[in-house]
């Protein structure tokens, strides 16, 4: 299985502050015939299902702030809240969609300091 | 807008069958993937399996043995049968939809349903 790690699992950042959490994916998910990146990012709050917010590792869902932003490639990835807002309080989640069976990272709990 | 129910008991005997239906509203079942992921309680996410509206599938080895998706368009409804159900299944379930052509992930997901295992 491509085992997909995030650190921190935990962060704590300042009303308006940047946000980065990361994500690393113990294979390629890069795929050179279409140059893409087979990673997701999701934002779970509590009692709620995942949310879509990056695909292909960089490309905002619809309707998703601009604030959230999605960078990397091959096996190292970044999901950049560059301004945190209350309602961003959440655990994030990346996931790998190149090899089956896909998976997902352990998550990463953002808070408030 | 698309909307998924899941549905189904929410209590199970160990060593019996898990057995729920993903009811898909506001948009066909046609042309798509449709997957089962669980989420232990405060645990992460794991995908079970996955099955195009045609019918072929795409299980998870670490339950392949235990699992069976299965879909009725006539009925715009995804299945989940888990067979020899232990403590460790004890978890919400989703369904979700991958993401239509040209994109990536899920992008649309049910409400959740736990599922308790216990005698």
């Known amino acids: 299985d491509s085992v997909m790690t995030q650190s921190p699992d935990s962060l704590a950042v300042s009303l ?16 050179i015939p279409n140059n893409k990146n087979y990673l997701a990012w999701y934002q779970q709050k509590p009692g709620q ?51 089956t069976p896909w998976t997902f990272g352990q998550g990463t709990k953002v808070e408030i300091k | 807008q698309v909307q998924l129910q899941e549905s189904g008991p929410g209590l199970v005997k160990p060593s019996e069958t898990l057995s729920l239906t993903c009811t898909v509203s506001g948009g ?4 798509y ?18 099955i195009y509206y045609s019918g072929s599938t795409n ?11 299965s879909v009725d368009t006539s009925k715009n409804q995804v299945s989940l049968k888990l067979r020899s159900v232990t403590a460790a299944d004890t978890a919400v379930y989703y369904c979700a ?12 997901w049910g409400q959740g349903t736990l599922v308790t295992v216990s005698s």
Do not use: H, M
């Open chain 1, 16 to 31: 308006g502050e940047r946000a980065t959490i990361n994500c690393k994916s113990s294979q390629s998910v890069f795929y």
């Open chain 1, 49 to 99: 299902p995942p949310k879509l917010l990056i695909y292909w590792a960089s490309a905002r869902e619809s309707g998703v702030p601009d604030r959230f932003s999605g960078s990397g490639s091959g096996t190292d990835f970044t999901l950049t809240i560059s301004s945190l807002q209350a309602e961003d309080v959440a655990v994030y989640y990346c996931q790998q969609y190149y090899y």
């Open chain 2, 28 to 31: 066909s079942i046609s042309n």
């Open chain 2, 33 to 50: 993937y449709w997957s089962w992921i669980r989420q232990p309680p405060g645990k992460g996410l794991e995908w079970i399996g996955y």
């Open chain 2, 59 to 69: 299980y998870n080895p670490s339950l392949k043995s235990r699992v069976t998706i």
């Open chain 2, 97 to 108: 939809r991958g993401a239509e052509a040209g994109k990536g992930g899920f992008d649309y």
